[in-house]
């Protein structure tokens, strides 16, 4: 195989790989990539390697996805070999004949490889919109803030962060993972969201119990039910954060509002000891995004944007625009 075909393989495989193990959207998969690699070879070694990388993969095994997107998936991938022409797969029919065979759950699992290659995996609701909150799935705005902190490790290294609407926690897991703060504090509101928070940061191998891990890189965790709107100061100041974040919570007008709120009172119980404070969210409706900066100047609260990165680690939806900003309270 000529090096640049090796390349081109290589990549194609580590799409694969991240897009599946993430569950996402079977369109945003390099499927014309691979209809054209197949069409030069007929060799079967690129498929039995991207079932490894997907329904085989170690993680996926452990903690699979939905059954319907294995099944999907599969069906799309026997679809591509077939039209290539190519001899029949023995793995790839054995591979969707045990999907079909299995049970449905409303729970599913989704993972996401960090730069060690190291998994976080997080037990999702199937549904967008389940028990009434949209905190049970992960959206790309918490892709983006992760990934951003992996880039900015120094900001969280040794301090308190206390992240606001931690929904299914990706963020926060990612954070605890590469970027050694202190301690990490996941909030929500929702008994739902917070149960399956729990469920995650355990899932993860990371403790809830004081003192329990002997790692001195491993950061105390705590999950505490934070409603944004019945928040008081002296129940606020016990967090004690040097960093405050949120991801993709700006998506309707009165959660906008409750948020610049919870700030307001975050600062007023911190004196000179102000948090930094980053706020990441996808762009949506513009007016939302307009809101959110009209309510910060009207609280007082000055922010920049933070400079955009590049979006290669995890895997996006098509067409996200998403940003950061940094406020100063």
């Keep these: ?11 194609l495989l580590w799409c694969f790989e991240r897009r599946f193990l993430a569950a996402r959207a079977l369109r945003s998969f390099p499927w014309q990539s691979l209809e054209e690699k197949l069409r030069e070879s007929s ?32 069906s799309e991938l026997i679809k591509k070999h077939e039209a290539a022409h ?6 790839l029919y054995e591979a969707i004949a045990e999907v079909l065979t299995a049970e449905e759950s409303a729970l599913c699992h989704r993972s996401y490889l960090l730069p060690s290659g190291a998994p976080i995996t997080l037990h999702e609701s199937t549904a967008i919109v389940s028990h009434g909150t949209t905190g ?17 490790p120094a900001i969280f290294s040794h ?36 149960k399956q928070l729990r469920s995650n940061v355990l899932l993860n191998g990371l403790s809830l119990e004081p003192g329990a891990t002997s790692d001195p890189k491993s950061p105390m965790v705590t999950v ?36 610049v709120r919870v700030l307001q009172r975050l600062r ?10 980053y706020v990441a969210f996808t762009v949506r409706n513009p007016d939302t995004c307009q809101l959110f900066t009209t309510e910060l100047g009207q609280a007082g609260i000055p922010w920049e944007e933070a400079p955009p990165h ?4 995890f895997p996006y939806e098509e067409h996200s625009e998403m940003r950061i900003l940094k406020l100063t309270l």
């Design 1 to 11: 195989m000529a090096p640049e075909k090796s390349a081109g393989c290589l990549h």
């Design 268 to 277: 007023t119980c911190h004196g000179d000891h102000t948090p930094d404070v």
């Design 86 to 91: 190519a001899e029949p797969l023995d793995e």
């Design 136 to 152: 049970l799935v992960t959206w790309d705005a918490a892709l983006y803030l992760a990934e951003w902190a992996i880039e900015n």
């Design 43 to 74: 060799d079967p070694a690129l498929l039995r390697d991207i079932l490894q990388k997907t329904v085989r993969h170690p993680v996926c095994v452990r903690h699979p996805p939905s059954v319907t997107y294995a099944r999907s998936f599969l």
């Design 310 to 313: 590049g979006q290669t680690l």
């Design 159 to 194: 301090r308190t962060v206390l992240e606001l609407g931690s929904g299914a926690g990706l963020t926060g897991l990612a954070i605890c993972k590469t970027c050694h703060p202190r301690a990490y504090v996941f909030s929500d509101c929702h008994s739902h969201v917070l």
């Design 224 to 259: 505490a039910q934070l409603d944004w709107d019945v928040a008081t100061v002296p129940q606020l100041s016990t967090f004690q954060p040097d960093v405050v974040i949120a991801a993709d919570v700006l998506y309707c007008p009165e959660v906008t509002v409750s948020l």
